[in-house]
């Protein structure tokens, strides 16, 4: 948003200095120019991006600021446009002549936030992609559709609704690196029921294109193993400690074998406080999501964490390249004086990285070093990337949206998880799952 101020306040100079106004506003090419570069920019007013001289590349975040995903996301794309120059220097790079501003926006995981802020990065500047959302219910017919329908890409890192690339779902620009839950949903039931071997089970979900498919899922894939859902209970966030002493309650009369909470933080942790102040679910087994499993609930909860289980997707596996354990985690630990809090590091650098990537595949150049970018040919490039060997994995786009084919999923016992440095730590069950598989086509 600074930077689009800053260059309208320069075509203002420009037009108070007659003797500047060549050079001031005059570094954008005509339209004209443009639709000569692509004809297809003569199609639509927003089928084409143009570049002026001089001018930055510009890319926005939209993310959930209070939540370690979007603080560890906002840092990775920092990474990812630092290290444009080949090295993380800790000054940004370039791309194609030109900076690369990245314009932050905030959504606090609701469809509301998503939609109003996807509609101020469009009002601040001409941006060509968007890493986000956090949660995935500020993008499922909110943040996706918005910028969908002005041909912007929005490539998330961290969205793992079914909903949002299901033939129902879908906006056209929106991609993640993020694995489904689709995944997760079958991972975390073949642990329930064949490690733990419960033969009950319960869910604890807030209504959101998260947290309830989630755990819809979970439970036809423990009825697949063998087992039943004895409840399937809805609360509201924010969760206030009545209402979860409440929850907890209704969980301990039905007297599940295993408690599955796919909820994110606050909620989970007051969750399962009243949980385990219940003295009948003192000792059931509790497992919580990747969007849980991060060092401020450990933090945030001390030792009433031991013991709790966390699935989500493997760092050692998939980044342990050298490039990651070399440089990329060392960056992030110099930087920002901590290792990453969450487990989606990797793969926000991965989203960045594609969008960067495909800026650079298409732009066109124009005499002088302006550049006209068609946003078709953006999300047709994205869809281009086979078999990308990024941080977080093999990524191989598919039209509707999902760039993560197959993926591990593993399950860590508390402390042991795997985030806030400890990137070694061993999971006590692990399965890798084909997207094909659980959608049924392989």
């Known amino acids: 948003m600074t930077g689009a101020r800053l260059l309208l306040t320069g075509c203002v100079i420009a037009l108070a200095g007659m003797v500047l106004m060549a050079t001031g506003c005059g570094d954008a090419p005509a339209p004209s120019t443009a639709v000569a570069a692509d004809p297809a920019c003569a199609q639509a007013p927003d089928a084409c991006v143009t570049v002026g001289i001089g001018e930055p590349i510009y890319l926005g975040t939209l993310l959930y600021p209070s939540d370690d995903g979007g603080v560890v996301t906002a840092r990775s794309v920092q990474l990812a446009v630092d290290y444009l120059d080949g090295r993380f220097d800790g000054h940004s790079g370039t791309l194609r002549g030109h900076a690369v501003d990245v314009i932050p926006e905030a959504e606090d995981c609701t469809p509301a936030s998503g939609r109003a802020g996807a509609r101020r990065l469009l009002a601040a500047a001409p941006v060509l992609g968007v890493i986000g959302t956090t949660c995935s219910a500020a993008a499922y017919r909110a943040a996706a559709e918005v910028l969908s329908r002005h041909r912007v890409l929005l490539i998330s890192p961290t969205n793992t609704s079914p909903l949002l690339t299901s033939p129902q779902g879908h906006d056209r620009y929106f991609f993640r690196t993020a694995f489904n839950d689709l995944i997760q949903a079958a991972a975390v039931a073949e642990f329930a029921g064949q490690r733990l071997r419960a033969r009950t089970a319960a869910t604890v979900s807030v209504n959101d294109a998260y947290s309830r498919p989630l755990a819809a899922q979970f439970v036809d894939g423990f009825g697949a193993e063998g087992g039943r859902a004895v409840a399937a209970l809805t ?60 060092a401020t609930f450990l933090r945030r909860m001390g030792s009433l964490a031991n013991g709790i289980y966390a699935s989500g997707p493997d760092p050692a596996g998939a980044g342990s390249s050298s490039f990651a354990t070399v440089q990329f985690l060392p960056a992030y630990r110099r930087q920002f004086g901590s290792a990453p809090a969450t487990v989606f590091a990797f793969a926000a650098f991965d989203a960045t990285n594609l969008v960067l990537e495909a800026v650079r595949r298409t732009a066109v150049q124009l005499p002088g070093g302006a550049l006209v970018i068609n946003r078709e040919a953006l999300r047709a490039s994205i869809i281009s990337v086979n078999g990308y060997d990024g941080l977080s994995g093999i990524l191989t786009c598919l039209p509707a949206g999902d760039c993560v084919p197959a993926a591990r999923i593993s399950v860590y016992r508390a402390p042991q998880w795997p985030v806030g440095g400890r990137t070694a730590a061993l999971p006590v069950f692990s399965t890798a799952r084909t997207l094909a598989e659980v959608t049924g086509g392989g």
């Open 235 to 294: 609360v509201t966030d924010p969760l206030g400690a009545g209402r979860a002493a409440q929850v907890a309650s209704r969980l301990a009369n039905a007297a599940p074998g295993v408690i599955f909470l796919p909820l994110m933080e606050p909620a989970c942790g007051t969750m399962v406080r009243a949980i385990r102040a219940e003295a009948a679910l003192a000792t059931t087994p509790v497992v919580v999501s990747e969007a849980c499993m991060s």
